[in-house]
Each structure stands twice: as structure tokens, then as C-alpha cells.
């Protein structure tokens, strides 16, 4: 078959086919009556089996070895393919959502484009100090989408850098609980502390419900900050998460604080009480459990804690007996609010 007919079958171009003679990669091995070279059938077979090849991302040099070298094996060749070839997807991933960005914050001009990959260049820099600098910038009245401040509040490790971002995303406004949220749901525990630690920081009923979602939370860290933010919201459903973290620490002195304008509620108080004095049956013997269950009912609006306090000023251990003692005074001396 002459070098037009293998063309037209095979659709491999005949400036192609000529290219792949001059590599010797493949050679018409026949000669018709007239002289000319013709492919043979195991000709024509090789070109399928280039193509083919080709087809997986070889050059045409790692084809002629992979032909011609009976010793030749493939599993090293193919792993390091695959690697390049995810090297190339996350490349085109990440200017795909950067391009996603970019057109999310609807810019007007260049201008605003460049400052949107300024700001992307600096969030991909290994210098904390230059991260930081690049969210706190100025924006020049370029609105920074809220998914890319999200996405980089998720993965931001530096505590400077990552306050920097939540204040960022709460002056973006737009769509930022939304951004946010879907990291609830992530496997790693870091980044659902970083998530709510952000949802604290942005008001409305969105960020509300989020944060009283994540009171269900696996990890006490995350429960923990759900809590005191829906706290300062006067959310109720946090009332357990707070106790809690009265009992439990860290933040114990801001939970008791919270837990004392919640009970200005009449509603809530006596719950409140009666859920602090609970904990202290179930922690008999642990002195500072007790000292900061102590401290939190000091903390509960006019005198509603007076009579409890007065128990725990007779308390076997000296210690929670002596602070209740001084509270007691401090109470009595207390108008009722």
C-alpha cells in the first residue's frame, strides 16, 4: 500500500508519515514493480500501534524504545506519565479556579483583574509575613470574592495570617457563610477549627444556624468555639456546650461571663444554676473543677446563686471554700439586678 492509500486509511497525515520514516520509527518495508516503497501489512500495524501510543503522552522517541526494545518494560514509563499527567491536571485545576475567582468578583477593568492576582500570588507565598500583607493591603475598591477568602481561610495555618483572613471575609460580606460551611464537613480537624473560628467572626442567621450545627461537632475544640460565639448571640442551645466548658476549659471565664447574661433571662436562670451545681456532684473530687464552677455561679445576675454559694462556703475542700466564702460577701452586699 503506497503512502497516499496509508494516509487516507490510517488518517495519519503523509507529512507525518514521511516524518516518521526519517526517525526510522516507521519504514515502508515493500517496493512496488516501479520501485516505489510500500507499507506492508506489519508496517501498517506499527503505525496503528504508534498512534496508540501517542495517544497515552510517549514521545515519539520513548515509542521507537517501547517497539523496538524486546527487554523493555512499561510500568516505569506509565507511572511516571501518570505523575506528569496529574502534575497537568492540578495545574489546569488551579487556573480553572482561579479564573472561577477572578470572574466570581466581577471586575470592571484590568485593573482590578491584576489586583485579584496580586492578592492570589500573595496567598500562594511561603512567607507568612507576606501572606498577611497581601490580605490586609489595600483593596482599591476591589471586591475580593468571599470563596477565595473561604478557601484560604480552610488551609491558613499561621494564627496572624488566619485572623487576617477572617477580618478580610467579614468585610467582604457577599456569600461568605456559604463558602465557608462546606469545611464543616471536612475529615480534617484543623480545618473545621479554622472554619468556625470564621463563622464566629460573621453575623446573620446563616452563620447562626452553621454554628449551632457544629455544636454537634465530633471535636470538643470546634463545639467549644461554636459555643461561645452562639453564646454571644444569646443562642440558648449552647447553654450544655457552655457548662461544659465551664467544667472543661480553656475559655471557662468568657463561658461563665456568657452563661451570666443568659440567665438574665428568668426563663433560663434557674436551668443555668441547676446545670452548674449538677456539675459539682459529678466532680466531687476535682478541686479545679470546682474553683471554676464556683467562679461561674459568681457570675449569675443579682443573688439567684447566693444560697448555693453559701453551701459551698461550708465545701470540704478549703479552697472552693474560701473563694465561695469571699463571693458570698461580695453577693450580699450585691443589689438584686
Known sequence: MLIGEVAHRS??????????????????TGRTVGGYREYSPEDIRRIFHVEGLRSLGLSLSQIGQALDDVGFTPSALVGDLIRKSEERLNREQELLERLRMVD????????????????????????????????????????????????????????????????????????????????????????????????????????????????????????RHAALALGARGVTRAVPELVGTVVEGP??????????????????????????VDEFTAHTADSAVRIRLTQALAEMPGTIALDTLQQLARDDDRAVALLASALVETLEERPDD
Open 11 to 28: 488518517g495519519v497525515s503523509a507529512r507525518m508519515l514521511r516524518y516518521y520514516d526519517s526517525l526510522g520509527l516507521v519504514r515502508p
Open 104 to 223: 466570581a468578583a466581577e471586575p470592571f477593568g484590568w485593573q482590578e483583574v491584576l489586583r485579584i492576582i496580586e492578592l492570589l500570588h500573595g496567598l500562594g507565598s511561603p512567607s507568612a509575613a507576606r501572606r498577611q500583607q497581601a490580605v490586609l493591603a489595600p483593596a482599591e475598591d476591589v471586591s475580593v470574592p468571599a470563596e477565595l477568602l473561604a478557601e484560604a481561610v480552610r488551609t491558613e495555618s499561621d494564627p496572624n495570617v488566619a485572623g487576617a483572613l477572617r477580618w478580610a471575609l467579614a468585610r467582604a460580606g457577599g456569600d461568605g457563610v456559604a463558602s465557608l460551611v462546606s469545611g464543616m464537613g471536612s475529615v480534617d480537624v484543623d480545618v473545621r477549627r479554622r472554619v468556625v473560628l470564621a463563622l464566629a467572626e460573621l453575623p446573620g442567621n446563616e452563620a447562626t444556624a452553621a454554628l449551632t450545627d457544629a455544636l454537634g461537632d465530633a471535636d470538643a475544640t470546634v463545639r
Open 251 to 276: 475559655n471557662d471565664i468568657e463561658a461563665a461571663e456568657l452563661l451570666g447574661t443568659m440567665a438574665r433571662d428568668a426563663e433560663w436562670a434557674d436551668r443555668i444554676v441547676r446545670a452548674l
